[in-house]
Nanobody, 122 residues
C-alpha cells in the first residue's frame, strides 16, 4: 500500500519560512519523480515543484521560483520543500505526490498524500 505522509505545515507571518516534509512508503520511490502541489480555497490544485529520481534536476512554478527549494533523500525516502519569503498568496493545502516516471512533469501524478495546511498571515 502506497503512503505519503506530509508534515511541517503551520501558520507563519509574511516573509517567514516553513519546511515541509513528506515520508514515502510502500513502493521503490527512489526511481520516480516526486513533487508538491497546492490548493487554495476556491481554486484548482496547482503544481508547485518537482524533483527527479536522483535529485539533480528540479522544476518550479514561476510563482515560487527563487523562494522555494525542493530536495529529496532516497535513503529514507523523503522529499522536502523549503519555503522562504512566504507570501499570503502561498496560503493553501500542500500535497506531496509521486509520478511513476523518471522525467520532470507538472501533470499526471499517480499517488497523493493527505495534505498539510500552510497559512501565511499578512
Amino acid at each position: 500500500q502506497v503512503q505519503l505522509l506530509e508534515s511541517g505545515g503551520g501558520l507563519v507571518q509574511a516573509g517567514g519560512s516553513l519546511r515541509l516534509s513528506c515520508a514515502a512508503s510502500g513502493r521503490p520511490f527512489s526511481a520516480y519523480t516526486m513533487g508538491w502541489f497546492r490548493q487554495a480555497p476556491g481554486k484548482e490544485r496547482e503544481f508547485v515543484a518537482a524533483i527527479n529520481w536522483s535529485g539533480d534536476r528540479t522544476l518550479y512554478a514561476d510563482s515560487v521560483k527563487s523562494r522555494f527549494t525542493i530536495s529529496r533523500d532516497n535513503a529514507k525516502p523523503t522529499i522536502n520543500l523549503q519555503m522562504n519569503n512566504l507570501k499570503p498568496e502561498d496560503t493553501a493545502v500542500y500535497y506531496c505526490t509521486v509520478s511513476r516516471t523518471t522525467v520532470l512533469v507538472t501533470t499526471g501524478y499517480d499517488y497523493w498524500g493527505q495534505g498539510t495546511q500552510v497559512t501565511v498571515s499578512s
